[in-house]
């Protein structure tokens, strides 16, 4: 029925069922709420999420692994302790937002920028796809903040 008709109706109350389960906070410390087991662990509960259906373990995976993983890898502590503890009991959901149309996901390609100004950051360009765009909370946006320097900063 979800592939049939393109829509999952009850997607947030899934993903609210993947946080008390712990499958959302597999590679974040248990300080923010997660387990801590590592990438084996979400390995195995991907697999066994794509063997009942591949879309659901994709935003499934794009919560855990796409958004709260690039929190714990690269957030700011403030960035963790505000966003981690409700992504990772699933009463957030997460995207990501990297693919250019002319770079793909070759983030070393991509055009958009961020230029600070202030407190914030002023983003340019164009995302092709965002990976739980239409249900994410919240969003990881990778720019590049010094388009002549290769390598990335997390803002």
Same mark, same amino acid.
């Given at each position: 029925?979800? +592939? *049939? &008709? ?8 899934? @993903?609210? &069922? ?7 906070? %597999? ?9 801590? #087991? ?5 390995? #195995? ?14 935003? /499934?995976?794009?919560? !855990? &692994?796409?958004? @709260?993983?690039? @929190? ?10 505000? #966003? %981690?503890? +409700?992504?990772?009991?699933?009463? %957030? ?5 990297? /693919?250019? #149309?002319?770079?793909? !996901?070759? $983030?070393? !390609? ?5 230029? *600070?100004?202030? +407190? ?14 239409? $249900?994410? +909370?919240? @969003? $990881? ?6 388009? !002549?320097?290769?390598? %990335? *900063?997390?803002?």
């Amino acid at each position: 029925e979800i +592939d *049939k &008709n393109d829509h999952f109706p009850q997607l947030r109350e899934y @993903i609210r &069922n993947c946080g008390e389960m712990g499958i959302l906070g %597999l590679t974040v410390p248990e300080k923010f709420g997660g387990t801590d #087991l590592g990438y084996f662990s979400i390995a #195995l509960a991907a697999e066994e999420n794509a063997r009942v259906n591949a879309g659901i373990a994709m935003t /499934t995976g794009a919560c !855990s &692994n796409l958004f @709260i993983n690039q @929190i714990v890898r690269n957030g700011s502590e403030e960035q963790k302790e505000t #966003l %981690l503890p +409700d992504h990772v009991a699933g009463k %957030l959901m997460g995207g990501l937002a990297m /693919t250019e #149309l002319n770079a793909g !996901s070759d $983030v070393m !390609s991509m055009k958009t920028n961020a230029v *600070k100004k202030g +407190d914030f950051y002023v983003i340019n360009g164009n995302k092709f796809w965002i990976t739980n765009g239409p $249900v994410a +909370d919240h @969003i $990881v946006l990778y720019a590049k903040t010094n388009p !002549s320097r290769q390598g %990335l *900063k997390f803002l």
